[in-house]
């Protein structure tokens, strides 16, 4: 196995690494002669996922902006469209009810699996995305650090990108719903033109998204791999005594976690229960500082869990060294997949201060540009949550005797 720095050169060295493209297996075959090499079995799940969200959203708006124009005339029925294409909406983000993502092309993409052959009282799975992101206005740049000091000023109640495009869709059939009780139209237009502007806007971001590429992805995210890889290197040397760990590194991790969200659904389907399982999913960490994510979700932020904010928090307490603190997302990772079903989940990587990634998705993400001490100081805290995590197992199993 090589070092931290050498495997994020050779997976940036793999142009176009986005979900369920040719470069992304690439990419997941190089990981898995690294797993090889440390020791470990790996397993190959090739599952077919639908990765473009871009032409979906854009055709959402699309309905979204009709229904403000037909409710001119018809409000109810202008109404109506705007409801359905909520309703749309939250089934595609959810991934369970995702009717127009069918009109997509399917793709695939591999999830390695490398389990523990130890069995111990509970399973911790690493796991990390092995695409890059695609850039788009959402993700890098003034727009980006806006909506992180909006989080930091407004908590859970900030919305995310996809929030926002389902709070425009819920008010232009509110505000229709007005117009047919007879309002006054003046108002009632002057206020339309609200959601109709962040329509618009999300329009062209969906389109930018759709049509865009990806960068080296150096940072997000051959970083979180590497260290993923180390990690499991470390605790494979010094084994938690309560925790069997395995790792799964992700294919279409970018693309809302497909790719994890397949495997925890075959995992629940198998009998695999909450209480066995705890997930660590390592995010980009190649610059800034280490952070945990406290919740996360595209359009409601979904709190990790409990025990486990605490108990990385207290690492963070007992290492000041590493500077790490707690921020909020508006995206789902492979932890937000597992939370939503009710495995216990929580994030942690690295953000520069302002809680925002320097170039996701660009071509300036560039191995040069990933601090190793960062990666280290991710690891570290990650370290300590798992070591945390199996002192608690070991004081609960001494109280169960």
């Excluded at 032409?55 to 469209?81: H, M, N, W, Y």
């Excluded at 071509?363 to 949550?385: F, H, K, N, S, Y």
């Amino acid at each position: 196995m090589g070092t931290p720095d050498d495997l994020v050169t050779r997976l940036a060295a793999i142009p176009g690494r986005t979900a369920g493209s040719d470069a992304e297996r690439r990419a997941a075959r190089l990981l898995a002669r690294e797993l090889r090499a440390t020791g470990r079995r790996v397993r190959v799940q090739t599952v077919w996922v639908r990765p473009s969200w871009g032409p979906v959203l854009a055709l959402l708006c699309a309905a979204g902006i009709v229904g403000t124009v037909v409710s001119v005339d018809e409000p109810r029925i202008g109404a109506s469209i705007c409801l359905v294409a909520l309703a749309l909406l939250a089934g595609d983000l959810s991934g369970r009810f995702a009717v127009l993502r069918r009109l997509t092309v399917a793709r695939a993409t591999q999830n390695l699996i490398a389990l523990d052959e130890r069995d111990r009282a509970v399973r911790l799975v690493i796991t990390a995305a092995v695409d890059a992101p695609r850039s788009t206005a959402l993700t890098a740049g003034r727009v980006a650090r806006l909506a992180a000091r909006l989080r930091r000023l407004l908590g859970p109640l900030a919305p995310g990108g996809f929030g926002l495009v389902a709070a425009a869709l819920l008010l232009a059939a509110l505000l229709g719903e007005l117009r047919a009780h007879d309002l006054d139209e003046n108002l009632l237009g002057i206020l339309q033109l609200l959601p109709t502007a962040v329509l618009i806007g999300a329009i062209g971001v969906a389109l930018d998204h759709w049509t865009s590429d990806s960068g080296p992805g150096a940072d997000a995210d051959a970083s979180a791999c590497a260290v993923a890889l180390e990690l499991a290197a470390a605790l494979d040397r010094r084994p938690p005594e309560h925790l069997s760990v395995d790792v799964v590194l992700a294919g279409a991790g970018q693309a809302h976690a497909l790719g994890l969200s397949r495997w925890i659904d075959a995992q629940r389907r198998g009998g695999r229960r909450a209480e066995e399982v705890v997930v660590l999913h390592v995010a980009a960490c190649g610059s800034g500082r280490p952070a945990w994510w406290t919740r996360d979700g595209l359009v409601l932020p979904l709190a990790y869990h409990p025990q486990l904010l605490e108990l990385t928090a207290r690492v963070a307490q007992q290492e000041p060294r590493l500077g790490a603190r707690p921020v909020q997302g508006r995206g789902r990772t492979g932890a937000r997949a597992a939370r939503g079903v009710g495995w216990p989940a929580i994030a942690i990587g690295c953000l520069p201060d302002g809680d925002v990634l320097a170039a996701p998705g660009r071509p300036q993400d560039t191995p040069d540009r990933v601090d190793r001490a960062a990666m280290d100081a991710c690891r570290e805290l990650c370290l300590g949550l798992v070591d945390a995590l199996d002192g608690e197992l070991d004081r609960g199993l001494a109280q169960d005797d």
